[in-house]
T-cell receptor
Framework: TQLLEQSPQFLSIQEGENLTVYCNSS?????LQWYRQEPGEGPVLLVT?????EVKKLKRLTFQFGDARKDSSLHITAAQPGDTGLYLC????????????FGPGTRLSVLP | NAGVTQTPKFQVLKTGQSMTLQCAQD?????MYWYRQDPGMGLRLIYY???????DKGEVPNGYNVSRLNKREFSLRLESAAPSQTSVYFC???????????FGPGTRLTVT
């Protein structure tokens, strides 16, 4: 059983569309991170959220941390082919010394 | 400034063989990590080193050993490789736990 669930698992959309991906858990996290990973490379951090209800914007990407700090969402406005990749969420867990536990990821494909 | 480097990039082993994956970072980070990434499973923490001189087990440590050689280097050893260890291995570093992690490019390992 995964500590973090992500949905959808796969998403294929046309350029210009909006989308939201979700990261959910039954556990409370002290902080949560979102990463994007491109094929053949390691993940790259997009954002860290630490406060329940927090909203952060990074250009066309909007990240929200749930009030109870158990879930998060990533919304992309007017998606572009450069947004294509694997989006991973990771929650800080006391189980492993406050290191991050990763979800399985959402694989996004934005078609031109 | 190379960031996090990993060697080798690709490796094929026969069941029962041993090998060591090397990782080095030049960012003066205290914490280093080894993950494995399998399809649909996200990144799973194998071992971590919160600071030089310490190592701890993560979520999936069985079949692996690690050495924090100095502040820069953190190696992962497979003593007797098994097909279940076929995966992509990522090394990462961070200033300290819960901070941003910087990932290496990965090592793709196949055990036949």
């Amino acid at each position: 059983t995964q500590l973090l669930e992500q949905s959808p698992q796969f998403l294929s959309i046309q350029e210009g569309e909006n989308l939201t991906v979700y990261c959910n858990s039954s556990s409370v996290f002290s902080s949560l991170q979102w990463y994007r990973q491109e094929p053949g490379e390691g993940p790259v951090l997009l954002v860290t959220v630490v406060t329940g209800g927090e909203v952060k914007k990074l250009k066309r990407l909007t990240f929200q941390f749930g009030d109870a700090r158990k879930d998060s969402s990533l919304h992309i406005t007017a998606a572009q082919p450069g947004d294509t990749g694997l989006y991973l969420c990771a929650g800080a867990s006391r189980r492993y010394g406050q290191n991050f536990v990763f979800g399985p990821g959402t694989r996004l494909s934005v078609l031109p | 400034n190379a960031g996090v480097t990993q060697t080798p990039k690709f490796q094929v082993l026969k069941t029962g063989q041993s090998m060591t994956l090397q990782c080095a970072q030049d960012m003066n980070h205290n914490s280093m990590y080894w993950y494995r990434q399998d399809p649909g499973m996200g990144l799973r923490l194998i071992y971590y080193s919160a600071s030089e001189g310490t190592t701890d087990k993560g979520e999936v440590p069985n079949g692996y050993n690690v050495s924090r050689l100095n502040k820069r280097e953190f190696s992962l050893r497979l003593e007797s490789a098994a097909p279940s260890q076929t995966s992509v291995y990522f090394c990462a570093s961070s200033p300290r736990p819960t901070y941003e992690q910087y990932f290496g490019p990965g090592t793709r390992l196949t055990v036949t």
